[in-house]
């Protein structure tokens, strides 16, 4: 988890929102990624669907089995519903996303019944510290906004 909240914090200093992930097989990291979305313009560069791409490609193959992939954030239904469909066997995850988490806060998609495969989770993994890193970037990014509206009324 300390390698992906590293990413995370990579994430935030090029303006994207903190995320980071790994993939881990038979005790070695095989894939990291960082949310990419606003320096690709993709809606689906998020850290978790990266670093799938970057497992599967070391694994030589979509069927990720064996493979637990660790993220500073519940994943997403994108993110979630790619992990089931690659057979993940594991998602460790830090912080809940009360917005749009997928294992639960909002939808139901790691490990939901109705599936073909159910991926085992572990969560709140130092979600205190990988919330720290969202609720800080969100903040200064407000603050940010405020000062630039201050700037343009004082004209």
Known sequence: MRRAMALARAAGRRGEVPVGAVAVRHNQVIAA????????????????ML???????VVGGWRLSGVTVVVTL??????????VQARVDRCVYGARDPKK???GSVYDVLRNHANNHRV?????VLGAQCGLLLSDFFAARRRAIRQRDMSADAR
């Open 33 to 48: 990624a960082s949310n990419r979305i606003e320096r690709s313009r993709d809606a689906t560069a998020h850290a978790e």
């Open 120 to 124: 085992d989770v572990t969560d709140g």
């Open 74 to 83: 519940e994943p997403c239904p994108m993110c979630a519903g790619a992990m």
């Open 101 to 103: 988490g997928a294992d």
């Open 51 to 57: 670093v799938l791409r970057r497992a599967a490609a």
